[in-house]
């Protein structure tokens, strides 16, 4: 069983950064493609970025591309996610997924996988 522990969460006010982090606790995280998805209050839990267990290729939401970076650290075995020019509407909890697939769609979030506990990004206008 993967645990993931998000951390890196907070409030800011818009146009500025935050880096959130995404430690695993197992020893083939190098086998799992990783990925970053939120929940706004009162909406569906949204794919937000992705990374597939090499780091070859990723995925970004339209709503984020251009502004976020998913990257990994196998070694350390952390997902990282660099959020720049955050806007009032990335608020939401943003969850960390750990999943055996790195899927061809992304449209909707996987119902597989590990999931952590989240971690709130507040954006202030």
């Known amino acids: 069983q993967v645990q993931l522990v998000e951390s890196g969460g907070g409030l800011v006010q818009a146009g500025e950064s935050l880096k959130l982090s995404c430690a695993a606790s197992?020893?083939?995280?190098?086998?799992?493609?990783m990925g970053w998805f939120r929940q706004a209050p009162g909406k569906e839990r949204e794919s937000v970025a992705v990374i597939s267990a090499s780091g070859g290729r990723t995925y970004y939401a339209d709503s984020v591309k251009g502004r976020f970076t998913i990257s990994r650290d196998n070694a350390k075995t952390t997902v990282y996610l660099q959020m720049n020019s955050l806007k009032p509407e990335d608020t939401a909890v943003y969850y960390c997924n750990a999943d055996p697939i790195y899927y061809s769609d992304y449209s909707s979030p996987p119902n597989t996988g590990h999931w952590g506990q989240g971690t709130q990004v507040t954006v202030s206008s």
């Open positions: 197992d020893r083939t995280f190098s086998t799992y493609a």
